[in-house]
């Protein structure tokens, strides 16, 4: 049960990082935060035209999923906000999702969180 609530907390944390980071990005894309979906998901950022899922550059595949699925449901172009840090490993999912996002029509937006 200890596991069962780390991992809780360490998901939570997570999330909360990146709504901070969406509250941060919205007004850069004149988006609105968190808006729900038919289905019960969230949009992290809905534009006039994309829906955009925010997501650290550790969780770049889970992003490119996100955003068709959300520019489906909305009939909106789909776009991610890979998160990046100075980390190689950053610039490497970078290089990743790059290529699928030109091969699938995903716009990608790279931006920098701002160091501690």
């Given at each position: 049960?200890?596991?069962?609530?780390?991992?809780?907390?360490?998901?939570?944390?997570?999330?909360?990082?990146?709504?901070?980071?969406?509250?941060?990005?919205?007004?850069?894309?004149?988006?609105?935060?968190?808006?729900?979906?038919?289905?019960?998901?969230?949009?992290?950022?809905?534009?006039?035209?994309?829906?955009?899922?925010?997501?650290y550059a550790r969780k770049?595949?889970?992003?490119?999923?996100?955003?068709?699925?959300?520019?489906?449901?909305?009939?909106?172009?789909?776009?991610?906000?890979?998160?990046?840090?100075?980390?190689?490993?950053?610039?490497?999912?970078?290089?990743?999702?790059?290529?699928?996002?030109?091969?699938?029509?995903?716009?990608?937006?790279?931006?920098?969180?701002?160091?501690?």
């Open positions: 049960m200890k596991w069962f609530i780390t991992f809780l907390f360490l998901a939570n944390s997570a999330m909360a990082g990146e709504l901070e980071e969406c509250v941060r990005l919205a007004p850069k894309y004149n988006a609105k935060i968190e808006v729900r979906m038919r289905d019960g998901t969230r949009c992290d950022l809905l534009t006039p035209t994309h829906a955009i899922e925010v997501d770049w595949a889970e992003g490119i999923g996100q955003a068709l699925h959300y520019a489906d449901l909305t009939g909106k172009k789909p776009g991610v906000v890979l998160l990046m840090t100075r980390k190689l490993t950053d610039w490497y999912a970078a290089v990743r999702i790059s290529k699928l996002c030109g091969k699938y029509g995903v716009d990608l937006y790279l931006e920098m969180l701002p160091e501690e």
